[in-house]
């Protein structure tokens, strides 16, 4: 299952690269770091807010959340889905990075309520080389 499209997030949205180091420290006060990731490779992840969203654009959010994957019994970070960078087009497979949602009911407009989804951040299921 896809990530959706719409609605839309911020279009400033945050990513960020994030690699496996292992540091481990001696008594004399020296270090030893081991890259655990092939050289140069890292996770990405991608930080997504969305504001002012309808009740209906709310629930899609919503609901992805709770049945993303591929077998459609995603719950939270549970199963892979592909999300697609709008910075870069391209697909990614991502996983949600925790098992929380945070929905907030943020203003009204006449009878209808609007609302701040986010933020949600995604991260790749695999390391990927920088620049790919």
Known sequence: MAYPTSPAPQFVYEEELAFRTIITDYES???????????????????????????????TIRDHFRDSGDTGEGEGAYQSFTFTNRADSAGYTVRYMDDNLRIQAISMYGSAIRYSVGPVKLITTEPITIGT
């Open 29 to 59: 006060g020296k270090e030893q770091r081991q890259r655990l990731w092939s050289n140069g490779a890292s996770k990405r992840v991608f930080t997504l807010v969305y504001n002012a969203l309808t009740q209906a654009e709310m629930e």
